[in-house]
């Protein structure tokens, strides 16, 4: 019987890999369109927009990446549209804990805990010091273990022999 890690561990390292830079690119567009457009936390419907925009393109690369190397498995109309399902509820979490976590103000809470901690890391990547910024990171912590399952399951389905 093989263990929990020889069965799902080699692929959530890859997965992992594929999720930090799905999610830097994210959060670089979602910061970055944030900052061309001059919005902050009072601003939550476009910070919702903003978030959508960094997640759709964080989706395409993500999907080929997952497909190909993460799950080492070929694609088809319905594991497509099992990532997709799958990536809709993923959204869904993103979205509600975005503004759930903005009601409960966990971007300033993050903003004054770096800056009473660690000042000279907010004074050298000022970017730490916007609430708005920093929202989005405790998002991305609680979904992944649960993207990762659903990704998993809709990616291998249907497919005779893994390649780990």
Not at 27 to 42: A, D
Not at 73 to 101: D, E, I, P, Q, R
Not at 139 to 148: A, I, R, S, T
């Amino acid at each position: 019987m093989k263990t929990l890690w020889q069965k799902f561990g080699p692929q959530f390292i890859r997965f992992f890999v594929v999720g930090v830079l799905a999610t830097l690119v994210h959060w670089g567009v979602y910061v970055g369109l944030n900052q061309l457009f001059v919005l902050g936390m009072e601003e939550a419907m476009w910070l919702s927009v903003t978030y959508s925009v960094g997640y759709i393109v964080s989706f395409i690369g993500n999907y080929i990446a997952s497909l190909r190397w993460t799950f080492r498995t070929k694609g088809s109309v319905g594991k497509g549209a099992g990532f997709a399902f799958s990536h809709a509820v993923n959204y869904g979490m993103h979205l509600a804990l975005l503004n759930l976590f903005l009601y409960l103000g966990v971007g300033q809470l993050m903003v004054q805990g770096l800056s009473w901690f660690v000042p000279a890391l907010v004074q050298a990547f000022p970017i730490l010091a916007s609430a708005d910024a920093l929202l989005p990171l405790p998002v991305f912590c609680v979904v992944v273990p649960v993207n990762f399952l659903m990704v998993r399951f809709f990616l291998t389905r249907g497919d005779e022999k893994k390649l780990d």
